[in-house]
């Protein structure tokens, strides 16, 4: 792949891998909804940058990191100048049937470095040069002989000083498990250079699951069976944080505020820095009616996406679910609405946007922008296959930028 600038030519095959959630596939039309006249005009949003703002061309780069899945290669993409940087090398790991065992990445706080799987162990990858450094060993290809041990989902911490990642076995038959490498599965932990690692034996191996970190740095959630707790990398204790396991946690900056999802109910919740319940947004609106075989209705579904960096709004996706008698219609015109959850008022802002059920969401670090990935069209005949771009939207100016066309993104392993 050559160094692109502006538009990439390319066309962008995204695989949906598994069921949704809430069923169907979110198809995306060209027309965009005016704002909502019950809801707070967005010329009244408060930048928390009030300097001479730069042209995006003069900024920093401000990566988005994304598979091509043309070529099955990561690109770095520049949402600022457009630039679409592509990184040499191959990332991914396969067993003999050709299946796609790992394909993580994170990014450091700074955005200075990634973490990548090659030959299922991470890397750390330069951002600007793109020179790379091993940090685990305990990985081993898989090879005719045995399935490997497989080092994945590495996870940055706020501060930047800690990487937890996992160590698991790649499943095999009975005779090749007895040749694999002695190594602690579960749970890890090590400094950003990949020093100091050590096996976190109360993340219980194989209930123990992390979802996130809290804001300090120095606890990670976890869930374990029914329930969701946190570790003290420091103090090695462990203590309760929902009675219920939880995902898509996040917190603001400054960390007074946080927002979660419960598991099972995707109930959404907005929480202070003591974990306390400020705010709810239930899940589900709308009811099944008593006789649904022979009724038509409509179903909401509302999740959490993230929160501001300083913590005033959280995106919030609404996704309308048509039902004909009882059964989930699959028409791709349940657009998906997005909205800004105030932290402070509670009130909802409709965005002018409209998403998929496939899109992702991201907050700029200086809280004006919005970044966000949309399939453009639906290709006929195979509705798992979608065409995925990055849009950035500008809160302020209320003004949306499509900064790819037509590239190759998979939509489930995009990260900024």
Do not use: C
């Amino acid at each position: 792949m050559k160094y692109n600038k502006g538009f990439a030519p390319v066309i962008i095959l995204i695989i949906v891998l598994g069921v949704l959630a809430v069923g169907g596939v979110a198809y995306y039309t060209t027309k965009t909804p005016n704002l909502s006249p019950q809801n707070t005009d967005l010329n009244n949003y408060s930048e928390i940058n009030n300097n001479k703002q730069e042209s995006d061309n003069q900024k920093k780069p401000d990566y988005i990191i994304a598979l091509n899945q043309q070529d099955q290669k990561l690109i770095l993409v520049d949402i600022n100048s457009k630039l679409v940087k592509p990184i040499t090398g191959s990332f991914m790991s396969y067993s003999s049937t050709n299946y796609v065992h790992t394909y993580d990445f994170s990014f450091s706080p700074d955005k200075k470095s990634f973490l990548v799987i090659k030959d299922n162990n991470i890397f750390k990858i330069d951002t600007d040069t793109l020179t790379e450094k091993q940090l685990t060993f305990q990985g081993t290809p898989e090879t005719k002989e045995f399935f490997g041990i497989q080092v994945s989902h590495p996870k940055w911490g706020p501060d930047g000083q800690h990487i937890y990642f996992g160590i698991n076995k790649i499943y095999s038959d009975n005779e090749s498990q007895k040749k694999l490498p002695k190594t602690q599965l579960g749970t890890w932990i090590m400094d950003q250079n990949g020093n100091q690692q050590k096996y976190l034996s109360k993340i219980n191996y194989p209930s123990g699951n992390p979802v996130g970190w809290m804001a300090n740095g120095k606890e990670i959630v976890f869930n374990d069976n029914f329930s969701a707790k946190l570790y003290n990398i420091e103090t090695e204790e462990t203590r309760n944080f929902s009675n219920q396991k939880v995902q898509n946690i996040s917190f603001s900056k400054n960390g007074k505020f946080g927002v979660y999802s419960i598991e099972d109910s995707m109930d959404n919740y907005l929480i202070d820095s003591n974990f306390n319940i400020i705010d709810s947004i239930i899940r589900q609106k709308g009811q099944t009616p008593a006789n649904p075989l022979t009724t038509n209705y409509l179903l909401e579904f509302w999740e959490a996406r993230s929160i501001s960096p300083d913590g005033k709004y959280v995106l919030i996706t609404k996704l309308t679910q048509p039902y004909e008698k009882g059964q989930q219609l699959d028409t791709y015109i349940d657009d998906v609405e997005l909205y800004l959850w105030n932290t402070l008022t509670k009130e909802k802002i409709k965005l002018p946007i409209l998403l998929s059920q496939l899109s992702k969401v991201f907050w700029s670090p200086d809280n004006n922008k919005i970044i966000f990935t949309r399939p453009e069209k639906l290709k006929l005949g195979n509705p798992t296959v979608r065409l995925m771009d990055i849009y950035t939207y500008d809160i302020k100016n209320q003004k949306e930028d499509r900064i790819t066309s037509s590239n190759n993104l998979d939509h489930t392993f995009i990260d900024y």
